[in-house]
DNA sequence: ATGCAACCTCAAGCTGACTTGAGATCAAGT
DNA sequence: ACTTGATCTCAAGTCAGCTTGAGGTTGCAT
């Protein structure tokens, strides 16, 4: 049995509808796709239709951004969801948690670094050698192109 | 008199030693100087002199990289410091206070966002329309390319 | 005076995350 | 049937922040 695509009531949806609901670009819903974070359905006439439940995918890929997680992370932490079903709720609050975990630890990460910026304008240094901010090693672990995130 | 460009003691140093210094690729300074973020004098033979003044200037575009300022805005905040004579400590006191104010900002924003997906959590929504955590108002605020930084 | 590392310029390339444009096709209301 | 707006593909462009490469020059120690 082919499945009706163009007259899918309520599990497909077009992609100026997933646009409209979650505010991306139609260009970078297709540039997701392309990606492989999400994935849609053909129409006879080649136009893409998503389930609904890839509005929900996308907004978690919003949030993770927000955190400063590059599409490849993202990606990673959405492979262990099912591409075909839509996720349940535990798949998500999974997902948050360790989403979670991401944020707790930026703000210990700039939490020492507000102490050490504390302790810098105490002795007024700024030293390269001896400020603890700022040294080479630490670079090293952070280094390779690409996008720089808070205090990676 | 014409300054002994090539035999300056300890004041004017070539790249490779920034290099060092700081950790940058030369050719990262070079493009640093482009940008204008630090300023060089040149030798008869055309080679590049830094202050040392500039090893400092350099750590604390460093510094201000990792807390996720982009170099236009490390650029506004060097502005207010003389380019020609080595800053005071006074000067990078004044600079480092507001770099910690941007690190309070992005804490408060970060702990703000931990509850929200707390809540989250708790109801395991992540549904776009209601979630707290995200809504397009916010977005539209942090519109634009460049590199997306954290919770912006 | 010579060798060689360090330096120079300029153009082009790269990553990430998209956008823009051209030119063509589809879907749905009247 | 027609029009209009939504959609399609594909190539190229954008921005930040650099790096890489080619081809050439400097400066310092011996």
Redesign the pocket.
């Known amino acids: 049995m082919v499945a009706r695509l163009?007259k899918g009531r309520n599990d497909l949806v077009?992609?100026?509808?997933v646009?409209q609901r979650t505010g991306l670009?139609?260009?970078?819903i297709?540039?997701y796709e392309e990606r492989g974070l999400i994935a849609s359905v053909r129409?006879?006439?080649?136009?893409?239709r998503f389930l609904r439940s890839d509005i929900r995918r996308l907004s978690f890929i919003l949030i993770a951004?927000r955190l400063g997680l590059?599409?490849?992370e993202i990606e990673r932490e959405l492979a262990s969801l099912p591409q075909g079903r839509t996720p349940t709720v535990l798949d998500w609050q999974r997902i948050s948690r360790s989403l979670r975990g991401e944020i707790d630890g930026r703000i210990q990460l700039l939490t020492r670094t507000r102490n050490k910026l504390d302790e810098c304008i105490g002795c007024g240094c700024l030293s390269l050698d001896r400020c603890a901010l700022y040294n080479k090693e630490d670079r090293a672990a952070a280094a390779g192109?690409?996008?720089?995130f808070v205090l990676d």
């Open positions: 163009t077009p992609i100026g509808v646009s670009a139609v260009s970078a297709r540039y129409t006879g006439g080649n136009q893409r951004q590059g599409l490849a192109p690409g996008p720089r």
